[in-house]
Nanobody, 113 residues
């Protein structure tokens, strides 16, 4: 099973930006798609963005236009650039193989108003 490690979370004011990284122990090209999920307290985990090994991406409506998922196959890393952050973006963000497996430990993103 591939190991995934998320990093880049932190505290940011509304309107700010963060870039999350997901480092994989193996080739991310081994999987059809990678994704970022998030879970806020008391809420279900939700899919934020996905990217296929061919580079096609999809986004939740709530983040479209603000977040960008990308990948560096040589570095076996998936990124999530988050701009124009809002307090409702506060959550633990997880990287995973789509659909929802080989979860990382998550990285906390807190957006203050």
């Amino acid at each position: 099973q591939v190991q995934l490690v998320e990093s880049g979370g932190g505290f940011v004011q509304a309107g700010g930006s963060l870039r999350l990284s997901c480092a994989a122990s193996g080739s991310i090209s081994s999987f059809y798609a990678m994704g970022w999920y998030r879970q806020a307290p008391g809420k279900q985990r939700e899919l934020v963005a996905t990217i296929t090994r061919g580079g096609s991406s999809n986004y939740a409506d709530s983040v479209k236009g603000r977040f960008t998922i990308s990948r560096d196959n040589a570095a076996n890393t998936v990124y999530l650039q988050m701009n124009s952050l809002r307090p409702e973006d506060t959550a633990v963000y997880y990287c995973a193989v789509v659909p929802g497996r080989s979860w990382g430990q998550g990285t906390q993103v807190t957006v203050s108003s």
